[in-house]
């Protein structure tokens, strides 16, 4: 089974703070994503990544950044938190390569709610 | 702008009825749609999937419909069960887009025993 998690369940932070948020998969994917999930919403894409050190812009990449240093290992950054980055952020990966490729299913982590206060 | 819809933000349904979930699109270049359920404080966990070269997938108790010239999908739960009760998104993809998937803004399906 395909595992993807994320450091942490729950966090709370300040204005102004620098928040990381890491998510880990354990079964070699290439395709990895960072989503936040507000009510009314749906899931938005923040920045996806096909490969180490590649990283590509989703529909709402202003105040994030990402790392992608290692194949299992995605990271979100948040450079100066603000309340409106208070959200539920998702993590998710698939195997497939770049390219054509539509056939395969995203796996979610559990994801990480965050508050900025 | 928002190219997958779920215009329903709620359904509910009694236990052993069937469940009824709509999602429409605007991207003719969509080729593959994908539901998703969601259980609170949980990540997404897929469901089924349909290719655009199909019109109906089944599997159990879950048929995906897709009519490509409306450019509406359809999931159908029968018989629903209060353990469906979650919140559902519909995703869909086109090919050479990376793999990126655009999600729907959600149902939340509550099974009443």
């Known amino acids: 089974d395909v595992k993807v998690t994320q450091s942490s369940r729950y966090l709370v932070k300040r204005t102004g703070e620098k928040v990381f948020l890491e998510c880990v998969q354990d079964m070699d994917h290439e395709n990895m994503f960072w989503y936040r999930q507000d009510p009314g919403l749906g899931l938005r894409l923040i920045y996806f990544?096909?490969?180490?050190?590649?990283?590509e812009k989703g529909d709402i990449p202003e105040g994030y950044s990402v790392s992608r240093e290692k194949k299992e290992r995605f990271s979100l950054i948040l450079e100066s938190a603000s309340t409106n980055q208070t959200s539920m952020y998702l993590c998710?990966?698939?195997?497939?390569?770049?390219?054509?490729?539509?056939?395969?299913?995203?796996?979610f982590g559990p994801g990480t709610r965050l508050t900025v206060l | 702008d928002q190219q997958v819809k779920q215009n329903s933000p709620s359904l509910s349904v009694q236990e052993g009825r069937i469940s009824i979930l709509n999602c429409d699109y605007t991207?003719?270049?969509?080729?593959?749609f994908l539901w998703y359920k969601k259980y609170p404080a949980e990540g997404p966990t897929f469901l089924i999937s349909i290719s655009s070269i199909k019109d109906k997938n089944e599997d159990g108790r879950f048929t995906v419909f897709l009519n490509k010239s409306a450019k509406h999908l359809s999931l159908h739960i029968v018989p629903s069960q209060p353990g469906d009760s979650a919140v559902y998104f519909c995703?869909?993809?086109?090919?050479?887009?990376?793999?990126?998937?655009?999600f729907g803004t959600g149902t939340s399906l509550t099974v009443i025993p």
């Open positions: 991207n003719s270049m969509f080729d593959y």
């Open positions: 995703a869909a993809s086109a090919r050479g887009t990376g793999n990126q998937f655009y």
């Open positions: 990544s096909y490969d180490v050190k590649m990283k």
């Open positions: 998710a990966s698939t195997g497939t390569g770049i390219g054509l490729r539509s056939t395969d299913t995203q796996y």
